[in-house]
């Protein structure tokens, strides 16, 4: 094992966009699309024009409503602020509401830009669990190349350095580190929100109490629309259109985007089977941006209207707890816009400058909640023979040494696996050795980091069957996964798994898929598959597997090759 340690490189510790991830290009994907019928895209670009030609007879429409006796009549009716919310003997915003929506809108910032990010690494959403090309509803890259052996990593594209976080190409590993992380404080500022909310009673100011809120939301409606804007009430009671929106944004996008993103986890998704069977990765995925595409809107109307319908008031309320027409809410807006700018601005050089931190503290964040999750046995996740998938697709580096070449010139008639380490009986396997060896079979979903997803049947040897061949070591803790072929930056690629997982029912190696002897694109001869971590800790064309009792002694000692070179983390089971 010697050897293969010594064919393991470092990785660097800051980014160079030039050499990142093998030199890959920077690559820009397109404008948006959405398909309707079989194959027919259309792009979003073109909803800016149609979206202003509805506006303009939108308000045509209203000002010619608001002139007729009903509708003049309906809106006396229903205001657009409910009566009794009005009449609140303590009116107002306290502190904690407006130190708490600064600390929401800031930390949003950076969830949606590496959000955007994410989503930028598989620039497709579906709404089945399969990623099938051309199946897709929604892209922001080309169709998917006719080449048999295109990865999702060429597939990926690049975002301004200023609107991804970080912008760079196939940077998913420090996007989610920002994503992941941030989103415990945005969660926690969330939990503190919902407690404080219902222990002082504002709740009664975000929750509708009253059916009324729907035609004073149309009359609401109405009178924007008119160009003749309600009287402002905010500082006693939300108008029923605010009322309406906020409570959508509180309780339930909020909530939803929490839930989705769970959706996409393969620890959750494999172990909660019957939950997942209707949330699949995909569907969670397309829900999750619709969510982004909520809060989008939801962001650009609020601050219109808060700039519009009397800036002063309305930054008094939420800053400074005050209902009248001074600066002081202003001035306390402006200082933390110079907060909001510098954060904004230093984020992605941060992050280039600075990866292993942003890997580390966002490990620190979040990696509590993924070891809860990588110790749940995934047993339930077994698919049947109809739920395989149409297409899987291809990813990482192919091998191309002259000995992988040779290996399968030779129909791997000269191919040994070593496993060796901290065991009693270390041992060479050729290809019929493995085959000789209890056979396991098992039809599973793959989730790439990335975003794509697919399921296969996977024909193999169970890891429980080796570890009952070579009887592994009490000092042994983890195991090491060695390839044939080198990772895009040189040196091979590895992966360290925690040896408890190597006994889950679902954890084998894999020398057949759909029972074909393994491709060269998907690992020939063999792979690994552990179902309640990501595709890339799924080790191809693997040519050594070695006990050890922990992995910071290889390679740059963070536990696997996306680890060392692209700031992944060791532990993603979300
Ligand atoms: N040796 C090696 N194994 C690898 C990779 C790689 O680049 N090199 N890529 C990983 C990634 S990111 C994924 S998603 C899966 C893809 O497997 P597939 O090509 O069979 O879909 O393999 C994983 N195993
Ligand atoms: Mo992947």
Same mark, same amino acid.
């Given at each position: 094992?010697?050897?293969?340690?010594?064919?393991?490189?470092t990785g660097?510790d800051?980014?160079?966009?030039?050499?990142?991830?093998?030199?890959?290009?920077?690559?820009h994907g397109i404008a948006?699309?959405?398909?309707y019928?079989r194959?027919?895209w259309?792009?979003?670009l073109?909803?800016?024009p149609?979206?202003?030609?509805?506006?303009?007879v939108?308000?045509a429409a209203a000002?010619?409503?608001r002139?007729?006796?009903?509708?003049?009549?309906f809106i006396e009716?229903?205001?657009?602020?409910?009566?009794?919310? #009005?009449s609140?003997p303590?009116p107002?915003?306290?502190l904690?509401?407006?130190a708490?929506?600064?600390?929401?809108?800031?930390?949003m910032?950076?969830?949606?830009?590496?959000?955007?990010?994410i989503?930028?690494?598989?620039?497709?959403?579906?709404w089945?669990?399969?990623?099938?090309?051309?199946k897709?509803?929604?892209?922001?890259?080309?169709?998917?190349p006719a080449?048999?052996?295109?990865?999702?990593?060429?597939d990926?594209i690049?975002?301004?350095?200023?609107?991804g976080?970080p912008?760079?190409?196939?940077?998913? #590993?420090?996007?989610?580190w920002?994503?992941?992380?941030?989103?415990t404080?945005?969660?926690l500022?969330?939990l503190?929100?919902y407690?404080?909310?219902?222990?002082?009673?504002q709740?009664?100011r975000?929750?509708p109490?009253?059916?009324?809120?729907?035609?004073n939301?149309?009359?609401?409606l109405?009178?924007?629309l008119?160009?003749?804007?309600?009287?402002?009430t905010?500082?006693?009671?939300?108008?029923?259109?605010q009322l309406?929106?906020?409570?959508?944004t509180v309780f339930?996008?909020?909530?939803?985007?929490?839930i989705?993103?769970?959706?996409?986890?393969?620890?959750l998704?494999?172990r909660?089977?019957?939950?997942?069977?209707?949330?699949?990765?995909?569907?969670?995925?397309?829900?999750?941006f619709?969510?982004?595409?909520w809060?989008l809107?939801?962001?650009?109307?609020?601050?219109?209207?808060v700039?519009?319908?009397?800036?002063l008031?309305?930054?008094?309320?939420?800053y400074? #707890?005050?209902?009248?027409?001074?600066w002081?809410?202003?001035?306390?807006f402006a200082?933390s816009?110079?907060?909001?700018?510098?954060g904004?601005?230093?984020?992605t050089?941060?992050?280039?400058?600075h990866?292993?931190?942003?890997?580390?503290?966002?490990?620190?964040?979040?990696g509590?909640?993924?070891?809860?999750?990588?110790?749940?046995?995934?047993?339930?996740?077994e698919?049947?023979d109809?739920?395989?998938?149409?297409?899987?697709?291809h990813?990482?580096?192919y091998p191309?040494?002259p000995?992988?070449?040779a290996l399968?010139?030779?129909?791997f008639?000269d191919?040994?696996l070593?496993?060796?380490g901290?065991?009693?009986?270390?041992?060479?396997?050729?290809?019929?050795?493995?085959?000789?060896?209890a056979p396991?079979?098992?039809?599973?979903?793959h989730?790439?980091?990335q975003?794509?997803?697919?399921?296969a049947?996977w024909?193999?040897?169970?890891?429980q069957t080796i570890?009952?061949?070579?009887?592994?070591?009490p000092e042994?803790?983890?195991v090491?996964?060695?390839?044939?072929?080198d990772?895009?930056?040189?040196?091979i690629?590895?992966?360290?798994?925690p040896?408890?997982?190597?006994?889950?029912?679902l954890?084998?190696?894999?020398?057949?898929?759909?029972?074909q002897?393994?491709?060269?694109?998907?690992?020939?001869?063999l792979?690994?598959?552990n179902e309640?971590?990501?595709?890339?800790k799924?080790?191809?064309?693997?040519?050594?597997?070695?006990?050890?009792a922990?992995?910071?002694?290889?390679?740059g000692?963070?536990g696997?090759y996306?680890?060392?070179h692209?700031?992944?983390?060791?532990?993603?089971?979300i």
């Open positions: 094992m010697q050897s293969f340690r010594s064919q393991l490189t660097e800051v980014v160079d966009p030039v050499t990142w991830a093998g030199s890959v290009p920077q690559a948006p699309r959405v398909r019928g194959s027919r259309f792009n979003l073109w909803l800016l149609i979206g202003f030609v509805v506006l303009i939108a308000v000002k010619g409503l002139a007729t006796p009903s509708v003049a009549r009716r229903y205001p657009g602020t409910a009566e009794a919310a #009005g609140d303590n107002g915003l306290p904690w509401v407006g708490q929506h600064f600390l929401n809108l800031f930390l910032i950076f969830i949606i830009r590496s959000g955007v990010q989503l930028s690494d598989h620039p497709r959403l579906y089945t669990r399969h990623s099938t090309p051309g897709d509803w929604f892209r922001i890259q080309k169709p998917v080449d048999p052996l295109w990865t999702a990593k060429q990926s690049s975002l301004p350095g200023q609107v976080l912008g760079i190409r196939h940077s998913i #590993g420090l996007a989610r920002w994503h992941l992380g941030i989103d404080m945005w969660l500022n969330g503190v929100f407690v404080l909310l219902f222990a002082t009673g709740w009664r975000l929750v109490t009253s059916w009324d809120v729907f035609p939301a149309g009359s609401v109405i009178q924007y008119s160009l003749n804007w309600p009287t402002e905010g500082w006693a009671a939300y108008n029923g259109l309406i929106a906020y409570f959508i339930l996008a909020a909530p939803l985007a929490v989705t993103g769970l959706g996409m986890s393969p620890a998704s494999t909660f089977k019957r939950i997942s069977k209707v949330l699949s990765i995909q569907t969670a995925r397309s829900l999750h619709l969510v982004l595409v809060f809107l939801f962001i650009v109307i609020h601050v219109t209207l700039f519009t319908t009397g800036l008031r309305n930054l008094n309320h939420i400074a #707890g005050r209902n009248d027409g001074s002081v809410g202003f001035g306390v200082a816009m110079v907060v909001v700018i510098v904004w601005v230093a984020a050089p941060f992050t280039l400058r990866p292993r931190v942003v890997q580390q503290v966002g490990f620190a964040l979040i509590p909640a993924q070891r809860l999750f990588e110790h749940l046995d995934s047993t339930p996740g698919y049947t109809k739920d395989i998938s149409p297409y899987f697709w990813n990482g580096q191309d040494s000995e992988y070449q399968l010139q030779g129909n008639a191919y040994r070593r496993i060796n901290l065991v009693d009986n270390p041992v060479d396997l050729d290809l019929a050795q493995l085959r000789a060896l396991h079979e098992q039809i599973t979903q989730f790439c980091i975003g794509w997803s697919g399921i049947k024909g193999g040897v169970s890891m570890m009952d061949l070579v009887t592994p070591q042994a803790k983890w090491v996964f060695y390839s044939l072929g990772g895009p930056d040189k040196g690629y590895y992966d360290a798994h040896i408890e997982q190597m006994s889950y029912h954890t084998m190696l894999a020398y057949d898929m759909n029972g002897p393994l491709s060269f694109g998907h690992g020939a001869p792979r690994l598959r309640t971590q990501l595709g890339f799924q080790v191809k064309w693997i040519k050594g597997v070695e006990f050890v922990h992995y910071s002694q290889l390679g000692g963070y696997g996306n680890q060392d692209e700031f992944f983390g060791y532990r993603q089971s």
